[in-house]
């Protein structure tokens, strides 16, 4: 293990590498496993004003594993996340304001997150992280026995739904674009723990009426995301933080959004089906 500091972000979730700078990112080869090694443990990885420009991001993002294309940007590696009417996906970007997992809907969803900021808001802009190894690990026994078998439908309706809630049937019509993903609620990784896969996308429990399963999956989440389970990241301009998309949820947090704030967002592959 290399010679790097750490230090915990929060009694649960986060860790912060000190000591590094933006050409150690990718310059150190022992980085790339001490990060997915403290992402298991700690959820949530943050060097503090790294300044790592997009290129560097992607070279580290790479010794992560495959990161995902996203061929609207000028850097395909590289979403920008912010309301510039300029940015095409702008219109997708308030659902981050509530507890997810990034790319629910695809089949394998997406290890690792990772994402810098560029620019940020005086007030506001947080993003916080809540672990769903932890909400599975403090359920009771005979919760967890509940839970064992039941199927999430996911849906983009869904999620959109709480930030559009009289949606135009242009609208409707776009979120249709994306099919329903069904996973099962509680994910056993190949490394043996359990997390489990709700959030904004989770729209009812498969095979049962959409109304059914939504105190469930209300419930869940808000047992999630109390304050003290939480890491909330208040950025600096600079701030690179890696986090497992496979065991949090996460969110953005409310700022005045007539302010810029844009970060850049790259995304490394999963390689697990959730089962
Ligand atoms: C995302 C996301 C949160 C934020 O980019 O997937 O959830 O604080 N962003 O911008
Ligand atoms: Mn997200």
Not at 77 to 83: A, L, P, Q, W, Y
Not at 237 to 259: I, K, P, Y
Request: net charge negative; proline share 6%; charged share 25%.
């Amino acid at each position: 293990m290399p010679a790097v500091a750490t230090t915990e972000l929060s009694e649960r979730v986060g860790v912060e590498i000190l000591g590094v700078d933006a050409d150690r990112l990718v310059a150190d080869p022992d980085l790339p496993r001490l990060c997915q090694e403290l992402l298991e443990k700690y959820g949530v990885v943050l060097f503090r004003e790294l300044h790592a420009p997009d290129a560097v991001q992607v070279e580290f993002g790479a010794k992560l594993g495959e990161l995902a294309r996203f061929p609207k940007f000028p850097n395909e590696h590289v979403m920008e996340i912010s309301f510039d009417p300029a940015n095409p996906l702008a219109p997708y970007f308030p659902s981050n304001d509530f507890w997810h997992i990034d790319g629910c809907l695809d089949r394998m969803i997406a290890r690792t997150s990772i994402m810098s900021a560029r620019v940020i808001t005086p007030e506001g802009g947080e993003t916080a992280f809540a672990s769903t190894y932890l909400a599975y690990d403090e359920l009771g026994d005979r919760e967890k026995a509940r839970l064992r078998d039941i199927r999430i439908v996911h849906r983009m309706a869904r999620i959109q739904q709480l930030s559009y809630t009289d949606p135009s049937p242009e609208q409707l019509a776009d979120w249709e674009r994306w099919d329903d993903r069904i996973h099962p609620l509680v994910w056993q990784h190949e490394s043996g723990r359990r997390s489990m896969v709700f959030g904004a996308t989770a729209s009812h429990i498969h095979g049962t009426d959409p109304a059914d399963g939504r105190d469930l999956l209300d419930d869940l989440e808000h047992r999630a995301t109390t304050p003290d389970r939480v890491y909330t990241h208040t950025w600096s301009v600079g701030d690179l933080v890696l986090w497992d998309n496979t065991g949090l949820v996460h969110r953005a947090c409310e700022f005045d959004r007539s302010q810029p704030r844009k970060m850049a967002r790259s995304t490394v592959l999963g390689s697990e089906l959730i089962a």
